[in-house]
């Protein structure tokens, strides 16, 4: 038998005892150590974890066996091991947050089949003999879901059905409904958080960013932030902000993990943060009752979503629900603020095209192509007779012409190789003679220019975005 180490850093964690094969011995053996850093593994004289499940920013999970039932049922241990580096007070934040795991997890998985029911929560001290001192581990666990994360289902198929991620909705929305009604908020719902276990039935998972719900309203007075937990792209604007989060904090993190199991895309590659809007339509076909649900779900304002589990459920299941979510999305597009704050997403009603993002390595390829065509029409242009003034509005009109056929995506990739490479053949062509190392070497020269200034302003852009 496997026991796997709980000690943060140990350096070979897997410790093997072919003796504890044998169910006799297993029952009757008091203890077993690390062979690498000493550390007990028998944890509470009953729990013997074996397999590494996860690792996370505050500690691991680890498959276990409790020794103490008939079965030696499977079940999971999560260790809390937070950064070395960590100051006392976000050291006591952190310790709260996996307590308060716990005491959800006792009052919610005990009452609802569809959350981790809780086995035990406790704390060992264990001399490190390295470090000469205590050291604190605090432990809990849990029942173990036999099955896949959505996340992990969607690696294996690809895009979910529509009929596939409305029986989700239809599964999920009563287990938050539940959590909800108990008072408390989950905070990180998102695809690897959903199981669904070997009979087909959804779990929800993880609760350790929980947060209890109070009834103290959003104000100037009230914006004081108790520890900030949220997954990027899942949280919405009120939980990134650090205000007083609701149910339906929770109801568009779910929209937000429909999108994704529909898409088969990343929340960064469905938000459009220039314009503050969710474009996701133009990737899938649902039918409009879908559309419209998820729309109202991720509104940026809370009280503009639905209030409850209960109502999306509703308007799942109505018929004559369309009309009247449309007409309140509709609403809210129209009453959104002209500059609304970035991290306040806003649905478009209506399919539209992703707004096109450039790669820094496309800016920059693009920068040197627009140098280089600089310094070829410079060259040209200086043996033609015309007026100095025309030149250089003839230089400048063309040189905005490729910019805007870039910024279009007219042309891109290998079309600025092939425009490069044509324009240098026909000027060399038509200047030869008369200085080949001038009609190399000037292009390239304006070329990394072009390079520099981009660079130089898209660091200016970044240090001035920071403080504004």
């Not at 094969?21 to 593994?41: E, I």
């Amino acid at each position: 038998m496997e026991l796997y180490c709980t000690r943060s850093g140990c350096p070979r964690p897997v410790n093997s005892f072919a003796e504890l094969d044998d169910l006799t011995v297993l029952k009757r053996v008091s203890q077993k150590y690390c062979t690498a850093c000493g550390m007990p593994l028998i944890l509470r004289d009953r729990y013997l974890p074996g397999k590494l499940l996860g690792k996370g920013g505050f500690g691991v999970a680890v498959l276990a066996r409790d020794r103490d039932t008939p079965t030696k049922r499977s079940c999971v241990v999560k260790v809390f091991r937070p950064p070395e580096n960590l100051t006392p007070n976000q050291l006591q934040k952190a310790q709260n947050l996996f307590e308060r795991e716990a005491a959800v997890l006792e009052q919610l998985g005990n009452e609802h089949p569809q959350i981790p029911e809780l086995y035990a929560f406790f704390e060992l001290s264990v001399l490190n003999r390295s470090l000469g001192k205590e050291e604190q581990f605090f432990y809990l666990v849990q029942e173990f879901i036999n099955g896949q994360t959505l996340e992990e289902e969607q690696k294996l198929k690809g895009k979910f059905l529509e009929d596939e991620v409305v029986e989700i909705l239809r599964e999920i929305l009563p287990v938050l409904q539940f959590v909800h009604e108990k008072g408390t908020i989950h905070r990180d719902i998102k695809p690897s958080n959903i199981m669904r276990d070997r009979q087909g039935r959804l779990h929800l998972l993880d609760f350790g960013a929980v947060k209890q719900v109070t009834s103290v309203p959003i104000s100037e007075n009230s914006h004081k932030s108790t520890g900030i937990i949220y997954t990027q792209g899942y949280a919405p604007p009120e939980q990134m902000s650090g205000f007083q989060v609701y149910p339906a904090t929770d109801l568009y993190a779910l929209a937000v993990s429909c999108l994704t199991l529909l898409t088969r895309k990343s929340p960064g590659e469905l938000y459009d943060s220039y314009n503050n809007e969710w474009r996701w339509r133009n990737y899938v076909q649902v039918s409009d009752r879908l559309a419209n649900i998820l729309d109202r779900m991720l509104l940026p304002a809370p009280q503009q979503r639905f209030a409850s589990a209960e109502e999306v459920l509703t308007a799942l299941n109505s018929k004559s629900a369309l009309a009247s979510i449309q007409s309140q999305v509709t609403r809210s597009l129209i009453q959104k603020p002209q500059n609304p704050p970035i991290s306040q997403p806003a649905s478009p009603l209506v399919p539209s095209s992703p707004r096109p993002r450039f790669s820094l390595w496309e800016v920059l390829a693009g920068a040197a192509f627009t140098g280089f065509e600089g310094g070829l029409l410079l060259i040209a242009l200086r043996f033609l007779p015309i007026p100095a003034g025309v030149k250089m509005g003839l230089w400048g009109m063309i040189l905005g012409g490729l910019i805007f056929a870039q910024n279009r995506r007219l042309i891109e990739k290998f079309d600025l190789l092939i425009i490069a490479g044509i324009t240098f053949a026909l000027v060399g062509f038509l200047l030869r003679g008369r200085g080949i190392l001038f009609i190399i070497g000037l292009p390239i020269i304006t070329g990394l220019v072009a390079i520099a200034i981009t660079i130089l302003f898209r660091l200016i852009y970044k240090l001035v975005s920071r403080f504004l």
